[in-house]
């Protein structure tokens, strides 16, 4: 069993940056790939970026490119997603989830693990 916390969500003006914390407990994460993932009112989830445990490097969807960053702290068993230049079209619901192996899918179906999702609010 894996258990995900997610941190950081808040309220924030256009233009302006929030980072969200994804932090894993239960089994070693060292195999398990994360992605974020987000919900808007009336809207399907719909995948924001991923990372597998030991890559340095991120997947996003197109909307988020050049805007967010995926990261992880292995010694913490923590991902984070900084999330910068925000709009009012970002605003969700944003949930953390855990897969066990390498690949990083898109289809929130593919997870096995869910947070129980922060609030961000992006304010024009």
């Known amino acids: 069993q894996v258990l995900l916390v997610e941190s950081g969500g808040g309220l924030v003006q256009a233009g302006g940056s929030l980072r969200l914390s994804c932090a894993a407990s239960?089994?070693?994460?060292?195999?398990?790939?994360v992605g974020w993932f987000r919900q808007a009112p009336g809207k399907e989830r719909e995948f924001v970026a991923a990372?597998?445990?030991?890559?340095?490097?991120?997947d996003y969807a197109d909307s988020v490119k050049g805007r967010f960053t995926i990261s992880r702290d292995n010694a913490k068993n923590t991902v984070y997603l900084q999330m910068n230049s925000l709009k009012p079209e970002d605003t969700a619901v944003y949930y953390c989830?855990?897969?066990?192996?390498?690949?990083?899918?898109?289809?929130?179906?593919?997870?096995?693990?869910w947070g129980q999702g922060a609030q961000v609010i992006v304010s024009s």
């Open positions: 989830a855990a897969r066990s192996g390498i690949v990083t899918p898109t289809r929130s179906g593919s997870y096995d693990y």
């Open positions: 239960g089994r070693t994460f060292s195999s398990y790939s």
């Open positions: 990372i597998t445990w030991s890559a340095t490097k991120g």
